[in-house]
Antibody
């Protein structure tokens, strides 16, 4: 059974950092492109970032480029999203997902940026 | 960037109805179009990929069609558990983009 377990969310102040993790199981993680999608309170889905199976290629939404970094550790079957210079508008539930046309989603973690 | 426009943004229907949601891309995306269902407080659920390929375990009353710029999601014979918000997403090119969502409510 495919499982994606998101963790690392929380309340931070503007300008601070946070690292999200997504522990994967039930499929060959090292062969899968992985993606982060977020959803601000009461809003729609927004793609954040994707990373190739080997980690050599990463793609970002313009709204996070230069502040967020996606990475993966295939030996640990874990996907990461480093969030730096956080802003109030980054407040959202962050979901990890398998593939760029996601077939499986994590349960999501809430990131709240507020002073 | 490719813009995805869904319509309607909300609609009401009754159990047993047939409903159609449309999604239009601002440029040709071939068939690189996915559909998702989301219920309040839950993660999205994947329904369809490549415009018309039903994901494993998704009931056959759901179907998708289209290519190029115009796509549809059809739900034949609505069931109570189908009342939710639906999103389309293009994955033809980065940045990946989602439609604004269609909230399907009970009439």
């Amino acid at each position: 059974e495919v499982q994606l377990l998101d963790s690392g969310g929380g309340l931070v102040q503007p300008g601070e950092s946070l690292r999200l993790s997504c522990a994967a199981s039930g499929f060959t993680f090292s062969s899968s492109v992985m993606t982060w999608v977020r959803q601000a309170p009461g809003k729609g889905l927004e793609w954040v970032s994707s990373i190739s199976s080997g980690g050599g290629s990463a793609y970002y939404a313009a709204s996070v480029k230069g502040r967020f970094t996606i990475s993966r550790d295939n030996s640990k079957n874990t996907l990461y999203l480093q969030l730096n210079s956080l802003r109030a508008e980054d407040t959202a539930i962050y979901y990890c997902a398998k593939r760029i046309d996601p077939d499986y989603w994590g349960q999501g973690v809430l990131v709240t940026v507020s002073s | 960037d490719i813009q995805m426009t869904q319509s309607p943004s909300s609609m009401s229907a009754s159990v047993g109805d047939r409903v159609t949601i449309t999604c239009r891309a601002s440029q040709d995306i071939n068939t690189y179009l996915a559909w998702f269902q989301q219920k309040p407080g839950k993660a999205p659920k994947s329904l369809i990929s490549e415009s018309s390929s039903l994901r494993s375990g998704v009931p056959s009353r759901f179907s998708g069609s289209g290519s190029g710029t115009d796509f549809t999601l059809t739900i034949r014979s609505l069931q109570p558990e189908d009342f939710a918000t639906y999103y389309c997403q293009q994955y033809d090119s980065y940045p990946l983009t989602f439609g604004g969502g269609t909230k399907l409510e009970i009439k």
